[in-house]
């Protein structure tokens, strides 16, 4: 399992992927799939670090793929930016919850500013109060 040094709070590492192969928007809905709230990151993007930081302080335990350190790292940002209609330098962070794309660290902010983002984490089972 991968596990980052740096201290997230109590976020959950994915496990490094071994011999991966197909579809990356296949393998994006697999992975999104796997938890509550999953976070496809950068390890030196600010924005994935404000993200990240932003769910654990809710209580929120994400699983964060680091796209960095994933061998096939760029065939999924570049699906990642088609499947948020972001451009291609701008395609991380993306968050799913239960499942579902919610979008980038602008989307996400927004839900938490208009109080969608708590309700949506309850049904996913991410956050219990």
């Known amino acids: 399992m991968h596990y980052q040094t740096e201290s997230w709070g109590s976020y959950i590492p994915a496990a490094r992927p071994v011999g991966v192969v197909g579809d990356p928007v296949e393998r994006i809905e697999r992975m999104a799939a796997e938890s509550a709230v999953v976070i496809f990151s950068v390890s030196t ?31 999924l940002e570049r699906a990642l930016a088609r499947l948020s209609g972001a451009p291609p330098s701008a395609a991380v962070p993306v968050v799913f919850i239960g499942g579902k794309l919610v979008g980038a660290m602008d ?13 949506l984490l309850k049904e996913a089972g991410a956050l219990w109060l």
């Open 107 to 119: 989307r996400v902010m927004a839900s938490h500013i208009n109080g969608t983002l708590v309700p």
């Open 45 to 75: 993007c600010c924005m994935c670090h404000a993200v990240k930081s932003l769910f654990c302080g809710m209580g929120v335990n994400p699983t964060v793929h680091e796209l960095d350190h994933d061998p096939r790292g760029k065939d």
